[in-house]
């Protein structure tokens, strides 16, 4: 039996196992390959590993995990969960049964991309969700906004920061009066109107085509489609969960447990405001810490 199983080992998962290992823990890491920002050519703000592929900065986490010798990386999913603290059971999709006496879940979200042509092919090149990742590159730049709630009004300031060619599309949604003499005077224009097809080359946007016949040029398009986990285990474990503006994540308390006792919770799967993999991998490494703490006798 392992001492902690993790579900899910990207950055909140192989931050929980480095601190499980050195701490002697017996560890499976299970996971599937699809880290939510592996649409995106580089990942920036995380301290020392700035403007570098996703992807290589989590080959570099597994290869330094390879020195502690009890931790197991499994590629594989968990397909179902069950028991209780110091007694889960996990099984795998390639019918493996694993035991642990407790669980880190750190399976992350998955964006739900809009019906709309184009969009899932630019997601991460030029149509992004934060500017803190990726507002620097193309700061200066037209900049497109895609309306979703009240709250875009608030990234419209924070937007204004890196540029002063801002367009919002209203995408079908009716913006209060007070709002649009703000935006008015920000001299941010508002485009009504679906938005019915993303044109592109290779991911680069043109243009946003409206169902009105106009076609809005824009360098960069910021959208926050809605999300959800990327798998239901959570479901099934009952666990609480808080509502977000853009889906809902796991409820967790300052030791990072969700509402059953010995189960935890990092990364975006538990994080309601500006999810990163610098706030995914805290969150991760003080998961295994607690997780680690919980098991003293
Ligand atoms: C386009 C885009 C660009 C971004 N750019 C940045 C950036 O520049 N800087 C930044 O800080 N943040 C960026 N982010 C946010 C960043 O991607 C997330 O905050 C980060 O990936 C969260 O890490 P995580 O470990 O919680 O989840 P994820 O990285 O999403 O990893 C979850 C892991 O769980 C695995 N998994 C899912 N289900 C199962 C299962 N049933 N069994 C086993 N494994 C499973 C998945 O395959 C995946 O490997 C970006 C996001 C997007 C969408």
Request: proline share 6%; with cysteine; charged share 20%.
């Amino acid at each position: 039996m392992d001492d902690v199983i993790i579900i899910g080992g990207s950055f909140a998962g192989l931050a929980a196992a480095l601190q499980l290992g050195r701490a002697r823990r017996k560890v499976t890491v299970l996971d599937t390959g699809l880290p939510r920002n592996r649409f995106a050519g580089h990942s920036h703000g995380l301290l020392g590993h700035d403007h570098k592929p996703p992807q290589d900065i989590l080959a570099a986490a597994r290869q330094q995990l390879v020195r502690y010798p009890t931790v197991r990386l499994v590629n594989a999913r968990a397909d179902s969960v069950s028991g209780a603290i110091d007694h889960f059971s996990v099984r795998t999709g390639d019918g493996e049964s694993l035991g642990a006496r407790r669980l880190i879940l750190s399976y992350g979200v998955a964006d739900q991309m809009p019906d709309v042509p184009g969009f899932a092919e630019s997601w991460g090149t030029s149509i992004v969700p934060c500017p803190y990742c990726d507002g620097f590159e193309v700061a200066g730049r037209h900049w497109g906004v895609l309306w979703s709630s009240p709250q875009s009004h608030q990234s419209v300031k924070l937007f204004q920061h890196w540029t002063d060619k801002l367009t919002i599309f209203a995408d079908g949604h009716d913006i209060a009066p007070d709002i649009q003499a703000d935006l008015a005077h920000r001299n941010v224009p508002v485009i009504e109107g679906r938005i019915v097809e993303i044109a592109h080359h290779e991911g680069h946007i043109t243009t946003v085509n409206l169902d009105t016949r106009r076609n809005i040029a824009v360098d960069v398009l910021f959208a926050h489609p809605r999300n959800k986990p990327s798998a239901s285990l959570h479901e099934s474990l009952g666990l609480a969960t808080v509502d977000t503006p853009t889906g809902i994540v796991l409820k967790v308390d300052e030791r990072r447990q969700t509402s059953v006792p010995g189960i935890y919770a990092a990364g975006d799967l538990a994080t309601p405001f500006l999810p990163s993999v610098t706030q995914a991998s805290s969150q991760g490494a003080m998961a295994g810490i607690f997780a680690q703490q919980s098991m003293l006798v």
